[in-house]
């Protein structure tokens, strides 16, 4: 069953570097999402992305985030200048179309030192 | 703006016994989503379920149910014969009709299957 894979598994980055976490979406799907986990709270929305633009964004999505398509494949969330508090577990998921479910791949954690 | 709760933070229940998850949620919209996901110690996010808001019908796959009372906003999940497998987190999440909405997840609630 095809899958969304995210690299690295986990990154350990020190506080004000910039860190790119990587995402490989299933092939046929159109919407892309980044989400965020803080150890032991609940999963929050950052953004979603569909004809290599943003269709939307929450509060947290501000101007330290970026995303990106560089390629037919990938899908990468840009943080700038890292803080402590951005430590958590970011999951990417893509969907076959809008309104159609989510598929998540297994996150990568990012550790700010 | 839209919001899920879920109010056991932790349940326990023997194995092969059937246990109900509680979610309810807030929205002013008619059309949307609801999820149940799961989340297992290894931390990726499984769907488990999917209900559409404009479906009486409640959905199941295999041992999973759900209870959607649209009216009462609340969307409760059953897990039948439960097995050690189903430890994890279970999330419940709501999404709206917009077609590139993002999930809002409830705060979860973890459950242990007991040998």
């Known amino acids: 069953e095809p899958e969304v894979t995210q690299t690295p598994s986990h990154q350990v980055t020190q506080m004000g570097q910039e860190v790119i976490l990587r995402c490989v979406p299933i092939?046929?799907?159109?919407?892309f999402y980044w989400y965020r986990q803080i150890l032991g709270q609940k999963v929050e929305f950052l953004v979603s992305f569909y004809n290599n633009e943003i269709s939307e964004k929450s509060e947290i999505f501000d101007d330290q985030f970026s995303v990106e398509r560089p390629d037919g494949s990938n899908f990468t969330l840009k943080i700038r200048s890292t803080k402590l508090e951005d430590s958590a577990m970011y999951f990417c998921a893509s969907s076959v179309g809008g309104r159609q479910p989510q598929h998540f791949g297994d996150g990568t954690r990012l550790s700010i030192l | 703006a839209q919001t899920v709760t879920q109010s056991q933070p932790e349940m326990s229940v023997q194995e092969a016994e059937t246990v109900t998850l509680s979610c309810t949620y807030d929205t002013s919209e008619n059309n949307y989503y609801l999820f149940w996901y799961k989340q297992p110690p290894s931390r990726q996010m499984i769907l488990v379920i999917r209900?559409?808001?404009?479906?009486?019908q409640n959905a199941t796959e295999n041992r999973f149910s759900v209870n959607f009372q649209k009216a009462a906003k609340s969307f409760s999940l059953k897990i039948s014969d439960s097995q050690l497998g189903d430890t994890a987190m279970y999330f419940c999440a709501f999404e709206g009709w917009g077609g590139a909405d993002g999930l809002t997840f409830g705060k979860g609630t973890h459950l242990i299957i007991q040998p």
């Open positions: 209900q559409e808001a404009y479906k009486q």
């Open positions: 092939s046929n799907h159109l919407y």
